[in-house]
């Protein structure tokens, strides 16, 4: 073999070498894929040949029983029922709609702050006083389209005549209030690596209804409350040496009154307030059942009855 040949051999050998190597690396990679896919699809056949057995079941978790949706005026609405009248007006509900603007942000959620079904809320108020008649306007759809079903004919079943119960009156309004940090604070205390602390945050919702005569469009009564919301969080900490043992210790609980509750208390009470003096029906013996008394009585008297 002549030097230029010998020359052209020994330069080939790096190119040949690295070649080599890439190709070693390439059946390295494909090797590390191939186990990876084999692992993956043999996790899968065993997650799916264990999903459906009986040993792998898991039960769920149950809270606190179900209970009647109380607040503590839900007692006077309750003490109209048990008064007998010679009259029951025939009241609709409309749209009673969250004006105050306000929304929460976060990262997978864009909704309102308050609950959107205060309509249904005042509905189930004035049905717990048993002194009205309603009548549905706030959504007739489905009613709508049954009747247009029996008009053409695709319900061949004998059917009532449609005869619906006209309206006296009807209850319009919103929500009209939402105010954050009306007072908030707190005092906290540590004296050698031992103390706690509490907060307190207070904001409100505010409700305004109206009464209107469908016949004359009148607005025969206005009510306007709000109520405040209260929220605590208490905490309490140890960080300290005992002896040459280092012992860290926190304790805390926050408990907050339930906003949406909140908003139907204020409902509760206003739909109060539209039978008794938007109404004229007799108004319920107690202190209870008026705007800015003390309802701890009232909380009582409702954790009783559950109990019973």
Do not use: H
Request: aromatic content about 6%; glycine content about 10%; some cysteine.
């Amino acid at each position: 073999m002549g030097a230029n040949a010998r020359q052209r051999s020994n330069g080939l050998k790096p190119v040949l070498g690295r070649a080599c190597r890439s190709l070693d690396s390439v059946r390295a990679s494909s090797s590390l894929w191939r186990s990876a896919l084999l692992v993956l699809g043999v996790s899968m056949v065993g997650a799916c040949g264990t999903a459906y057995t009986a040993e792998t079941y898991v039960k769920p978790l149950y809270g606190s029983p179900v209970q009647t949706n109380l607040t503590p005026y839900s007692a006077c609405l309750e003490a109209l029922a048990q008064r007998k009248t010679s009259r029951q007006p025939v009241v609709s509900v409309g749209q009673i709609s969250d004006k105050t603007g306000q929304r929460t942000y976060s990262k997978y959620n864009d909704s309102s702050e308050l609950t959107q079904g205060v309509s249904e809320m005042v509905i189930s108020a004035f049905y717990k006083t048993g002194q009205v008649s309603l009548t549905e306007r706030l959504d007739v759809r489905v009613a709508l389209a049954e009747q247009q079903l029996v008009e053409s004919k695709a319900i061949t079943a004998t059917v009532k005549t449609l005869d619906v119960l006209p309206a006296n009156f009807v209850v319009l309004g919103a929500l009209t209030e939402l105010n954050y940090n009306i007072v908030s604070g707190g005092i906290r205390g540590f004296v050698g690596g031992v103390g706690g602390g509490v907060r307190k945050a207070v904001i409100n919702v505010g409700l305004d209804l109206r009464l209107v005569d469908v016949r004359t469009f009148r607005t025969l009564y206005v009510t306007s409350l709000q109520k405040q919301i209260v929220g605590y969080e208490v905490e309490g900490s140890v960080y300290r040496f005992f002896g040459d043992q280092l012992v860290e210790f926190d304790a805390g609980a926050v408990k907050n009154e339930p906003l949406q509750l909140g908003v139907r208390s204020v409902v509760e009470l206003a739909t109060y307030q539209i039978i008794t003096e938007g109404l004229g029906f007799p108004a319920a013996d107690s202190p209870q059942c008026q705007p800015g008394q003390s309802t701890n009585k009232a909380v009582d008297t409702l954790e009783n009855d559950d109990d019973a």
